[in-house]
């Protein structure tokens, strides 16, 4: 299981209706709305690198409202680390 975080800019006036779609989306396991940089912030959880490829390319970057996608994948700390 491959999980990251997509944040999100998200042009003015479209925030409802791109929360209404994301929140569709089998795939996001937390989102919150923030303020900043982005504007939403998905935690998800994908099998494989080619599934995150097509959530990103396929879905969440043709959402209407979307501007621009930021993804952070999350890796485990190396042992020496913990």
């Given at each position: 299981?491959?999980?990251?975080?997509?944040?999100?800019?998200?042009?003015?006036?479209?925030d409802r209706s791109v929360l209404r779609s994301v929140?569709?989306?089998?795939?996001?396991?937390?989102?919150?709305?923030?303020?900043?940089?982005?504007?939403?912030?998905?935690?998800?959880?994908?099998?494989?690198?080619?599934?995150?490829?097509?959530?990103?390319?396929?879905?969440?970057?043709?959402?209407?409202?979307?501007?621009?996608?930021?993804?952070l994948i999350v890796i485990e700390p190396p042992n020496?680390?913990?």
């Amino acid at each position: 299981m491959l999980e990251a975080y997509i944040l999100l800019r998200i042009k003015p006036g479209t925030d409802r209706s791109v929360l209404r779609s994301v929140q569709k989306l089998q795939q996001v396991s937390e989102m919150d709305t923030v303020y900043g940089e982005y504007d939403l912030l998905m935690k998800i959880q994908v099998e494989t690198m080619e599934a995150l490829d097509a959530l990103i390319f396929d879905t969440v970057r043709t959402i209407k409202g979307v501007e621009r996608t930021t993804t952070l994948i999350v890796i485990e700390p190396p042992n020496n680390a913990r």
